[in-house]
């Protein structure tokens, strides 16, 4: 069965370096997501992904955030000076069109600011 | 804005039924949603009800849905201790981007 696969599982960053997580969304899908969770709290929306820009994003998702596709299979989240607050589990996630019922998410990547 | 509530913690027995419930406010959800998370892992879809139906049954899994309450429930009938996990109510408004609002999870603990 076709899954959504992220790297890596866990990454460790100084506060103020950049990071980027990387995600293979399932091959046939159109729309791309990132989700974050922070340890305990609700999974929160950061930001949509449509015809290689950008459809939606949270208030979360400031000018430190940045997406990107760059090659038919690969989706990025890049930080750009990471903080202590963005520690936190991140997920991708895709689906085929706007009304499928079903986004698919990835195991996630644990990102740990230190 | 849109917001999602659950309570924090049901504790059951094995055998016996749980019951998850969720409340939410936007009324123009088309599709709500529960996601499982056991430790460690990412989400996966449990299952889902659209916004015009009242009820859903899956195996041992019934949703509930009482739109004019905005209230959304999860029925785990038989619970079993692979059941033990986080369990997010989520919903979906559609329009341009179909992004997910998830609530706050309830943790299941079966005890055996």
């Known amino acids: 069965e076709p899954e959504v696969t992220q790297t890596p599982s866990h990454q460790v960053t100084q506060m103020g370096q950049e990071v980027i997580l990387r995600c293979v969304p399932i091959s046939n899908h159109l729309y791309f997501y990132w989700y974050r969770q922070i340890l305990g709290q609700k999974v929160e929306f950061l930001v949509s992904?449509?015809?290689?820009?950008?459809?939606?994003k949270s208030e979360i998702f400031d000018d430190q955030f940045s997406v990107e596709r760059p090659d038919g299979s690969n989706f990025t989240l890049k930080i750009r000076s990471t903080k202590l607050e963005d520690s936190a589990m991140y997920f991708c996630?895709?689906?085929?069109?706007?009304?499928?019922?079903?986004?698919?998410f990835g195991p996630g990547t644990r990102l740990t600011v230190t | 804005g849109e917001d999602v509530e659950q309570s924090l913690f049901l504790s059951v027995r094995e055998g016996d039924s749980s019951v998850i419930n969720c409340t939410y406010t936007?009324?123009?959800?088309?599709?709500l949603y529960w996601y499982k998370q056991e430790p460690g892992a990412g989400l996966q879809l449990l299952t889902y009800i659209f916004s015009n139906m009242d009820m859903k049954q899956d195996q041992r899994l019934t949703v509930l849905l009482n739109k004019k309450d905005k209230h959304l429930s999860l029925r785990i009938a038989d619970t079993q201790t692979g059941d033990s996990a986080i369990y997010f109510c989520a919903e979906s408004g559609g329009g341009a981007t179909n992004k997910l609002i998830f609530g706050t999870g309830t943790l299941l603990a079966v005890q055996p």
């Open positions: 936007d009324s123009s959800s088309t599709y």
């Open positions: 996630a895709s689906s085929t069109s706007l009304s499928s019922y079903e986004q698919y």
């Open positions: 992904f449509y015809n290689n820009e950008i459809s939606e």
